[in-house]
């Protein structure tokens, strides 16, 4: 598999939010070298992208995002990110903000998103992405505080 030009892996920064940044300036630009450049270099990382199957493994993922890139580039925001962080590792629960183009013209469809990154040699690194499903409409989906369904 080729690897990230020097330039995207020093790219890296030193916290799990530069990383998040970098992750969705990537989905934005349809940079597909920036974008590896923000995953761990581990055989065990995964993606699940909105109502998609699992993915894991480097090789895999980059497959799956050059399949994406291919028809365009992700017009994501990520947006009321709900961080946990401990020494070596982030846990980033967010909404992401999509604009797609319907039938009935440009409209908002967001997604729930949980990040997760490890810090390494190299610096703070994803390990895992996965987004739900996105829904339709101006306002974000509502995040609480207090379960309304157990499991």
């Not at 497959?63 to 982030?90: G, K």
């Not at 998103?113 to 739900?132: C, E, I, L, P």
Request: aromatic fraction near 6%; glycine fraction near 6%; charged fraction near 15%.
């Amino acid at each position: 598999m080729p690897q990230p030009p020097a330039a995207a892996k020093a790219s890296l920064m030193a916290s799990p939010d530069d990383t998040e940044a970098q992750f969705y300036e990537a989905m934005q630009t349809g940079d597909l070298d920036k974008l590896m450049a923000v995953w761990a270099d581990d055989d065990e990382v995964v993606c699940v992208h909105p109502g998609g199957a699992r993915v894991i493994g480097l090789a895999a993922i980059r497959a799956s995002f050059e399949a994406i890139f291919a028809h365009n580039a992700v017009p994501v925001q990520p947006e009321q990110v709900h961080r946990l962080q401990t020494l070596d590792s982030a846990i980033h629960h967010l909404a992401e903000r999509v604009s797609v183009l319907t039938p009935e013209g440009p409209q908002t469809a967001w997604a729930l998103a949980t990040n997760v990154y490890v810090k390494t040699t190299q610096g703070w690194r994803m390990a895992a992405h996965h987004a739900s499903p996105g829904q339709l409409g101006e306002a974000p989906p509502t995040l609480r505080e207090v379960p309304s369904t157990l499991h």
